[in-house]
């Protein structure tokens, strides 16, 4: 039985340390960071430490069974067995490599053999183990000079395909030392002959490590040119297409392997440039491009624009990994100002379109929009339903228009004092062939977003005329009705064009129109074109009321800025019926009497609401107490036998 150190001591087992270690360092400096366990892993299994214990194993293993088959073994059948048992192992570790580590078949075996053929040069040349280890300190050192500078930019698996021939160099001189190694088992030499082959062995394997170089050379000044067509400039990412080209060779490789996409948006940039400079906005996507690199492998993120990443992982642990890279944005924005949002879609099935799994993944971020306290969320197939009717109604509102799917309904406005109707709201819904009844949280947000909500708002202002003139033609008494504005409206038609032209043309008073602006259509307001356009309403005796008054950040400096006829107060105080809303409701009343503005509350629904309003001094009110939003005909005879005078 072979004693240990004996065995230890024919390996050259310490020197071989200093190879596997060279090996496992190589590996881990140019491999993918999340994959570093795995590295470590299977560069420790092939490293030449254990690797020269197999070899060992198979070629005992082998001349044993050749010898039980053939009693005395030929020399030449010897040698070659073994120096198959050394090379055998080096296509299994390439395979390995290739399969777990993502590390293509040619820098396998280049940094597979170099581990190698440091090591064996170490024994030749060294002789003994102190000799060996001296000779592998300097080989490694002179290779690392050399190279490494080299390696460090050569580090893209789609570079390597290109130069396979690296590879082939390998391979050559592989052969080459078999030659040699025929030479030593099977010829009888002189010591002079072996210090020979010991000078042709150090002197090729230096040889070989220049060509390398000069071939790393130009591998790496082709990767710079790569870089700069193919990598965002900013962030040092791939850029769309070669992210694309990475995330296809990802799945193809693992088609059995669960991948999630993720779409990242950093919310409040915008606001983050404008406090804080463009300089350190550029800085924090810098920041967010590094998290990702260290989540997530830099060949899996890309920067797709301004604000917003793309990145494709193992879905195991994702969510652990997103919270980690929210966090970590979090903490750089200490003001609180930047916010990542992300939306997941985890594959279903094999082949999936990329593209459209990112396009899911954007549709589950966009649930995460305003919401404070949630920035992850998980695409889901009632995400796709909204995606498609949304597409639907852009597709349609040119039809729905023409064809009068789009219907106006009213709500009356009624005098709190007299119990008499003062006025209706007008509001549009959308009576479809394909999707029936749609209510307005449907359509109106969607309509906005894609800038078409001037084509709803002009045709329902065009209906509300229409049926003036109708019911007056009639002889049927009419009350003044009010309707929305969008800030789109002032943005994208010339709203008081068209609506003194439809007054016009239906001979309505403007007295009979009333204007309801939120403060958002206000926000933001630089130019003064929507104050101007505002001021030319009043002045041209249409009035114009403030919606929704209390639900914005800054009601009260637009009231200070603006001159509004009424304010309708917001009906989220009375569906919140407490002490507090009482108070805040309360002061409203009293202020706008103060300013000289009319008061209408929304949300009316009991009788304690109405009493509550009565006494303290609203002039109007609204809501289901008296009549839902229904159409015209319908909504009179509600009043009608709720005994509200018309």
């Known amino acids: 039985m072979i004693n240990f150190l004996d065995y230890a001591n024919h390996v050259f087992f310490f020197p071989s340390l200093l190879a596997s270690g060279f090996l496992l ?112 300190l300097v080989a490694i050192f002179i290779w690392w000079k050399l190279l490494w500078n080299e390696l460090l930019f050569v580090r893209n698996t789609q570079i390597f395909a290109r130069f396979g021939f690296l590879g082939f160099v390998t391979l050559f001189s592989m052969l080459v030392n078999l030659a040699m190694y025929v030479c030593v088992r099977m010829i009888e030499v002189t010591p002079e002959f072996l210090n020979y082959l010991v000078f042709v062995s150090w002197f090729f394997w230096l040889t070989l490590t220049i060509a390398v170089k000069l071939i790393f050379r130009t591998v790496r000044l082709t990767q710079q040119a790569e870089i700069a067509r193919n990598h965002d400039k900013l962030t040092g990412l791939p850029n769309a297409l070669l992210f694309s080209n990475y995330v296809q060779d990802l799945l193809f490789r693992n088609p059995r392997k669960r991948y999630a996409f993720v779409a990242f948006d950093l919310e409040n940039f915008k606001a983050f440039n404008e406090r804080f400079g463009f300089e350190e906005g550029d800085g924090a996507l810098k920041f967010m491009a590094d998290t990702f690199k260290t989540l997530f492998g830099e060949r899996y993120v890309t920067h797709v624009s301004c604000d917003t990443f793309r990145v494709v992982g193992d879905a195991a642990g994702m969510k652990a990994k997103i919270k980690e890279a929210h966090d970590k944005i979090r903490s750089f924005s200490t003001q609180g100002v930047l916010e990542l949002k992300a939306g997941v879609y985890v594959q279903r099935v094999e082949n999936e379109n990329v593209e459209r799994c990112f396009m899911r993944a954007r549709l589950a971020e966009a649930t995460t929009k305003g919401v404070y306290d949630e920035y992850v969320a998980v695409y889901a197939d009632e995400m796709g339903a909204r995606e498609r009717l949304k597409m639907y109604l852009i597709a349609h509102i040119d039809e729905a228009v023409e064809k009068e799917y789009i219907k106006v309904f009213y709500q009356p406005v009624v005098d709190i004092n007299t119990n008499k109707l003062c006025g209706f709201e007008a509001l549009a819904r959308w009576d479809d062939p394909e999707h029936g009844f749609l209510p307005p949280l449907d359509f109106v947000g969607v309509l906005e977003d894609a800038h078409l909500i001037q084509k709803l708002d002009l045709f329902v202002l065009k209906k509300i005329c229409e049926k003036y003139r109708v019911e007056t033609n009639l002889g049927n008494k009419c009350v003044p009705i009010s309707f929305n504005l969008s800030r789109l409206d002032f943005k994208l038609s010339d709203i008081y064009k068209e609506l003194t032209r439809l007054t016009k043309e239906y001979n309505v008073p403007h007295e009979m129109i009333h204007i309801e602006i939120t403060e958002s259509v206000l926000d933001g307001d630089e130019d003064g074109y929507i104050r101007e356009q505002v001021t030319r309403f009043q002045n041209d005796g249409f009035e114009v009321w403030m919606d929704d008054f209390g639900s914005g950040f800054s009601s009260l400096n637009v009231l200070k800025d603006y001159d509004f006829d009424f304010l309708k107060i917001d009906m989220m105080f009375l569906r919140n019926f407490s002490e507090k809303s009482k108070v805040i409701i309360r002061a409203i009343v009293e202020m706008a009497k103060l300013l000289h503005i009319g008061t209408l509350s929304e949300g009316v629904e009991i009788k304690e609401h109405l009493d509550f309003l009565k006494e303290i001094g609203c002039d109007r009110v609204q809501g289901y107490y008296f009549s839902k939003p229904l159409p015209y005909d319908e909504v009179m005879a509600v009043l009608k036998e709720k005994g509200v005078e018309v």
């Open 25 to 136: 360092f190589t590996l881990a400096a140019l491999s993918e960071k999340q994959n570093l366990k795995k590295v470590l892993f299977w560069g420790a299994v092939f490293s030449l430490t254990p690797y020269m214990i197999y070899s060992d194993l198979i070629y005992h293993g082998m001349m044993h069974l050749l010898g039980c088959m053939m009693g005395e073994v030929p020399l030449l059948l010897d040698v070659i067995v073994d120096y198959m048992s050394r090379v055998i192992l080096i296509p299994v570790a390439i395979f390995i490599f290739g399969r777990t580590l993502s590390i293509h078949w040619s820098p396998s075996l280049f940094m597979l053999s170099a581990s190698v053929g440091v090591g064996y040069l170490g024994m030749v040349v060294g002789k003994t183990q102190v000799g060996a280890a001296l000779v592998n």
